[in-house]
């Protein structure tokens, strides 16, 4: 008990200190952190904690995936599966391939054509084959064959149902990393039924630069302008418009055909052209992408090649060469503002489908500070009645307890800025519920020293059987509270993750301050007393 090395009391005081220096940013003004982050290296962060939603306001949407749109671009996906079907198999049509609503339908005469092409559809009706159960996976259309050699696909309701979910999987990650790279902290993204997104973001008080930014689907494609003559079919005329978005500079007539998709981008930065110094998008293809790029560039020389955003023409430059190197440039007559806006759009990718926002509220920092002044009452509250309690108790104990307490709230704190993580209303109970955990681990050590000194034992003999002994039990009940942590962080999402999360750096804190901080404190006040009596 007595031999605690010098090393150890070190670590132990340095941890403290670091912890308090941590903090301290949390508590002084932003415009003074910015002018001490000004003279420390970079490598030295002055963060402080961050609040959530509930804590200093921010903005909270809900958008709706438009199950219509998804809808339509699964019929058009089919059309487009159809007409490579039947190009495959060399199968002539009496007229085209009509798509209207959930159907497509188109009609072929021969009769041992549409046997062979039925096959075909059926098979790609059922993907998944036989389940393991032996039953039959459901169809992604049904087909209905009628006189006259009409062949009609019909969507099912169940295939509809499935492609929403996965587009409001897919935008929740495109809107995860958009929203993170505008440096807004810890927005909290979720799915809300069927086909809703909530987005919640600290801190964003004016929601109309995160609808600007949300409510585009940055579907970037590249097309070729069509050469008169083209097949009117395939063509479609899409309009070029100025830096304004409203004025309509002119209208080219585009191949429906699209060349190279904007999913092939790895990267999109904002730049300057050296030429004009223009506000360009400087962007790079994956491999695929950048031999695609390079080969429609190479076989188009001269042309008009349409770079499209969301069926608008941004720019319609001329191929003067072959562009190989699987990276290119977007000039359009752009903002500095609109440059970084398409950037942070195109690295994130294109959303599957349109959104719309069906509830917007802005949550001021009066609601916040409330929150805060409710959480602080809380937590001096049972600060207060602790720290007395641990006092008349265990008179001496009690204040190496109460020590302990206070570093163990530091580095709870400490642990939140590190991690980055966001300090909510719930977050703040679960710093007060760990502050009794911490406190219930000290009462079991004391408990068990009064008892080995009732039983005979010497003082030192006491201390030593005290804090080995309780150390299991405390490791127990801790270890059982850190599983419901571990389970509430995986489980639940939001404010449930934040109270997860301080739970969760409170038990590990508990073991440091309420154990080894404890324990080393007891061992310097008995060499230093040499007591002749236990003060408990």
Do not use: C
């Not at 959530?52 to 219509?68: E, F, R, T, Y």
Request: charged share 20%.
């Amino acid at each position: 008990m007595q031999r605690f090395q010098p090393w150890k009391v070190w670590s132990i005081v340095a941890m403290s200190f670091l912890a308090f220096l941590i903090i301290i940013p949390s508590f002084i003004g932003e415009n003074t952190r910015k002018s001490i982050q000004s003279w420390l290296p970079s490598w030295i962060p002055v963060k402080a904690i961050v609040l959530g939603l509930d804590l200093q306001g921010g903005a909270h949407l809900v958008w709706q995936v438009d199950a219509a749109d998804v809808q339509r671009a699964q019929a058009e996906s089919l059309r487009d599966d159809v007409r490579r079907l039947l190009r495959e198999e060399r199968v002539p049509l009496a007229g085209g391939i009509g798509a209207s609503g959930r159907n497509i339908q188109f009609r072929v005469p021969d009769e041992a054509a549409r046997t062979k092409i039925v096959g075909r559809l059926r098979t790609m009706a059922q993907p998944g084959g036989v389940t393991a159960l032996g039953t039959a996976t459901p169809a992604i259309f049904d087909i209905n064959v009628s006189e006259g050699g009409l062949i009609r696909l019909t969507i099912s309701e169940v295939a509809i149902n499935e492609r929403i979910r996965k587009a409001v999987d897919q935008t929740i990650e495109v809107l995860r990393r958009r929203i993170d790279s505008t440096g807004t902290t810890e927005p909290n993204i979720q799915r809300q039924g069927a086909d809703r997104i909530l987005v919640q973001v600290p801190g964003l008080l004016d929601t109309n630069r995160l609808k600007e930014l949300v409510g585009t689907t940055a579907k970037l494609e590249f097309r070729l302008v069509a050469d008169p003559g083209y097949n009117p079919a395939d063509v479609e005329m899409l309009k070029e418009f100025d830096k304004d978005g409203k004025t309509v500079l002119g209208e080219y007539p585009v191949e429906k055909r699209i060349m190279v998709r904007g999913e092939d981008l790895t990267d999109a930065q904002p730049g300057f052209d050296s030429r004009t110094n223009e506000p360009v998008v400087n962007f790079k293809f994956n491999i695929r992408g950048g031999q695609e790029f390079g080969r429609v560039t190479s076989a188009n020389v001269n042309k008009l090649f349409a770079i499209v955003l969301d069926n608008k023409v941004i720019s319609a430059p001329r191929i003067l060469g072959p562009i190989t190197g699987g990276s290119g440039q977007i000039s359009g007559r752009f903002t500095v503002e609109a440059v970084n806006n398409l950037s942070i759009l195109l690295r994130a990718g294109a959303l599957p489908t349109a959104l719309t926002v069906v509830e917007e509220r802005t949550v001021g920092p009066g609601l916040g500070q409330d929150s805060i002044d409710a959480g602080k009452l809380a937590g001096y509250v049972a600060a207060v009645l602790v720290i007395i309690y641990m006092l008349t108790t265990y008179g001496t104990f009690g204040v190496f307890a109460n020590i302990a307490l206070l570093i163990h709230i530091a580095m709870i704190f400490a642990g939140l800025v590190l991690l980055g993580a966001t300090l909510t209303l719930p977050g703040i109970a679960g710093i007060v519920l760990t502050i009794g955990l911490a406190v219930d681990s000290n009462v079991l050590i004391y408990e068990r020293i009064r008892e080995e000194w009732r039983g005979g034992r010497t003082i030192i003999s006491s201390l030593e059987a005290g804090f080995t002994r309780a150390f299991a039990t405390i490791v127990d009940s801790q270890s059982t509270a850190m599983v419901v942590a571990i389970i509430l962080y995986f489980i639940g999402s939001g404010p449930v993750r934040g109270f997860a999360v301080t739970l969760g750096l409170g038990i590990i804190t508990t073991i440091v301050t309420a154990v080894t901080m404890t324990r080393m404190m007891i061992a310097l006040w008995y060499r230093w007393k040499r007591p002749q009596t236990l003060p408990i």
